[in-house]
């Protein structure tokens, strides 16, 4: 990987894409210090100090925003409104005919379904933004602090609109931001932005491990985090890596005097076919009924109940939940993602075949065969690392929020070997040499 990045950097116009690339994350991570109009900054840098790791329903979101969420600056809703408008689509994609046959139509369609998704992406800013403003204005943001009812100040309905349409312009300009690396930069824009505030609550969270630990002064309890995330790196990029080779072979056909197919090639599925999408379906559905809980008022018995059960991490119910859904939601989620029947009609209208299985509804039900029994190993692969640091870090004095847990572990993973393979691609066209030297 670094001799990559060293050979890029030789490399002129891509030496200029990796600096570009390098200025945009700059510019975001300036805009996650930059605190929107009407907050009180002293009162959230002391909720946020009072708060020291326990972010509670808010720490996925916060995450995702690189820290920005709690600071409640003009970047704090990050990428999650044009992460969830993505998904949205996609789903949305399989259930409207309309939006399938914009797929179909190539890169036109593609473009068209992008600009839906920058509209629901302000949309959604809209109304996040808008929870986050009441949820500051209450003192929820930070229930246990002394001054969060502070936090805003000015009541007025005036003040309030200037801070949320201030929070919709930063997500507009995060999702522009991102857009510009993948035009002008190295690619994958999103996808970089979201692994940079990601990345960016590291040594916070590493140097909070460090303090709290008790042996050396909380060195032993600090390398022992980092060598164990260490090793998680590595068993992620060798299942990350892993797939299923299905080969296809295509007949061969004679147009005029030319010959065509009789070529061998393969249909890679991945044993994580699904992501680290199913491990957001997941904590986000855990966090409705905990957030409904903290907004009602009384003392009824299902609050006490989510109030004990569902808000705490390292809770038995609240870890069997965990898992059950992220398995669901990968088998879900290649459910809608990967259709055996286009792929088998596909192959049979350009004279491909699975050798031993007939074309047509055969190699439909073969695929789907295969992806069923992949996708289990990859769906308890996604609950074992998701649960795995929260249940064996606790001694360390970990959180929800600790750095190697599984969201962020896979995020890092997935967009740095997708990073690497892009930049090496790139690499390859321009020092391609051909037969003729």
Same mark, same amino acid.
């Given at each position: ?7 890029? /950097? ?19 991570? +300036? ?24 972010? %509670? ?92 009812? =502070?936090?805003?100040?000015? !009541? ?28 002008? %930069? ?56 892993? =797939? ?14 030319? *010959?065509? %197919? ?10 994580? =076919? ?17 957030? +409904? ?26 870890? +069997? *939940? ?15 993602? /990967? ?11 350009? %004279?491909? @075949? ?6 047509? !509804? ?33 001694? @360390? ?28 691609? =790139? ?7 051909? @037969?003729?030297?």
């Amino acid at each position: 990987m670094l001799t990559a990045f060293a050979r890029a /950097f030789r490399t002129p116009d891509l030496r200029k894409k990796l600096l570009f690339t390098l200025a945009i994350i700059v510019v975001y991570r +300036v805009g996650t210090h930059i605190p929107i109009p009407g907050v009180n900054y002293t009162a959230v840098q002391q909720c946020v100090t009072e708060a020291s790791g326990n972010q %509670g329903l808010f720490g996925l979101v916060n995450m995702f925003s690189g820290g920005a969420l709690l600071q409640i600056t003009i970047f704090a809703l990050g990428i999650m409104p044009y992460i969830t408008a993505s998904i949205i689509l996609q789903l949305l994609t399989v259930v409207i005919p309309r939006l399938e046959a914009l797929k179909k139509e190539g890169q036109a369609g593609t473009a068209k379904i992008t600009q839906y998704t920058r509209y629901l992406t302000v949309a959604l800013a809209i109304l996040q933004g808008t929870g986050l403003v009441a949820t500051a204005r209450s003192g929820a943001l930070f229930g246990t602090c002394s001054v969060s009812s =502070q936090i805003v100040p000015d !009541r007025a309905i005036f003040t309030t609109i200037v801070m949320v349409i201030t929070m919709t312009a930063g997500t507009a300009v995060v999702m522009w931001l991102g857009e510009l690396i993948t035009d002008r %930069g190295i690619g994958n824009g999103m996808s970089i932005l979201m692994f940079i505030s990601i990345a960016a609550t590291f040594p916070s969270a590493l140097w909070a491990i460090k303090k709290q630990g008790t042996l050396a002064d909380g060195w032993i309890e600090f390398c022992t985090v980092i060598a164990v995330g260490l090793v998680m790196v590595g068993l992620v990029v060798f299942v990350e890596q892993a =797939q299923r080779r299905i080969p296809v072979q295509y007949a061969k056909r004679m147009i005029g005097r030319r *010959s065509y %197919g009789g070529t061998s090639t393969y249909i890679p599925l991945k044993v994580n =076919q699904a992501g680290v999408i199913p491990v957001i379906f997941a904590s986000s559905l855990l966090y409705i009924p905990a957030l +409904v809980a903290q907004f009602s008022g009384g003392t009824s018995t299902w609050k006490t109940w989510v109030e004990t059960n569902l808000t705490k991490g390292d809770h038995p119910i609240y870890l +069997v *939940s965990y898992f059950l859904l992220i398995v669901f939601f990968a088998f879900f989620y290649v459910a809608i993602s /990967f259709n055996p029947e286009e792929v088998a009609d596909n192959m049979k209208k350009y %004279g491909g @075949f699975i050798p031993g299985i007939r074309a047509g !509804r055969p190699t439909a039900e073969y695929l789907s065969y295969v992806l069923n029994r992949i996708t289990w190993p990859g769906s308890l692969y996604l609950g074992l690392i998701a649960l795995v640091p929260t249940m064996a870090l606790v001694g @360390f004095g970990a959180t929800g929020n600790f750095p190697f847990g599984g969201t962020s572990i896979l995020i890092i993973v997935g967009v740095g070997l997708e990073t690497v393979k892009q930049i090496e691609s =790139q690499l390859q066209q321009r020092n391609y040499e051909g @037969f003729l030297r």
